[in-house]
């Protein structure tokens, strides 16, 4: 009995670590982040390309997030070994944001624990429903953020080559999550569902592109 709360307890101080770490804790990548050589960007330019990458970031913060709730619910080992593993990608794409956002002279978003905080409830609550519904919710959100990253590789400046070269690579990447999802069983998610999720991400798109 004793070592059952003691593991209990031991998990949710994991937990608590990993969010103080996301959301404190200059992250570190485990790949290197895309090396293209890039002159200085004309005022206006550096701003947009600041607000882009900002608004990247804080899709990062709560990428993380978001496997996490869905680890903590997940009932077979090898659907909670797949969050944890594009999670790790995931640490990679916050730390490359991050890096380009100091490089740019920018900040992060002021609302990044509020993302946090709300993608873990969400991850949570997919994860309950089932691990089909939550590797569904994978397949859908990863789809969105490659329809996002698209449109701001569209926006970003010809010229900022490096935010490109990342962003390029992060898309990838999201891809290769979502089609991983949908071979393991995600399940397509009902229409009501798919447009609150595009909701959310437009309200946290807006407020992190300003705050």
Same mark, same amino acid.
């Given at each position: 009995m004793n070592t059952r709360r003691l593991g209990v307890q031991d998990r949710v101080i994991g937990e608590i670590d990993r969010i103080i770490k996301t959301l404190t804790i200059k /992250?570190? =990548?485990?790949? $290197?982040?895309?090396?293209? /050589? &890039? %002159?200085a960007l004309p005022e206006a330019e550096r701003a947009e390309s600041v607000r882009l990458m900002r608004v990247n970031h804080a899709g990062e913060v709560a990428a993380q997030a978001l496997y996490q709730g869905q680890a903590l619910a997940a009932r077979d080992p090898k659907v909670k070994s797949a969050m944890h593993e594009a999670a790790a990608e995931e640490i990679d794409h916050l730390a490359w944001c991050e890096q380009r956002l100091q490089e740019l002279k920018g900040r992060p978003s002021l609302l990044n624990p509020l993302w946090y905080f709300g993608s873990l409830m969400l !991850?949570?609550?997919? $994860? =309950? +429903? !089932? %691990?089909?519904?939550?590797?569904?919710?994978?397949?859908e959100t990863e789809k969105q953020v490659e329809s996002h990253l698209r449109d701001h590789l569209e926006r970003l400046s010809p010229k900022d080559l490096r935010s490109r070269?990342? +962003?390029? &690579? #992060?898309? @990838?990447?999201? #891809?290769? @999550?979502?089609?991983?999802? =949908?071979? #393991? $069983? !995600?399940?397509?998610?009902?229409?009501?569902i798919t447009w609150a999720m595009r909701a959310t991400s437009r309200l946290m798109t807006h407020g992190s592109y300003w705050i």
């Open positions: /992250p570190r =990548a485990s790949r $290197g982040m895309p090396k293209i /050589p &890039q %002159d !991850g949570a609550l997919a $994860g =309950a +429903l !089932g %691990d089909r519904a939550s590797l569904g919710f994978i397949a070269a990342i +962003l390029t &690579q #992060m898309t @990838h990447d999201e #891809m290769k @999550h979502g089609a991983k999802a =949908a071979s #393991m $069983g !995600g399940k397509a998610l009902p229409f009501p």
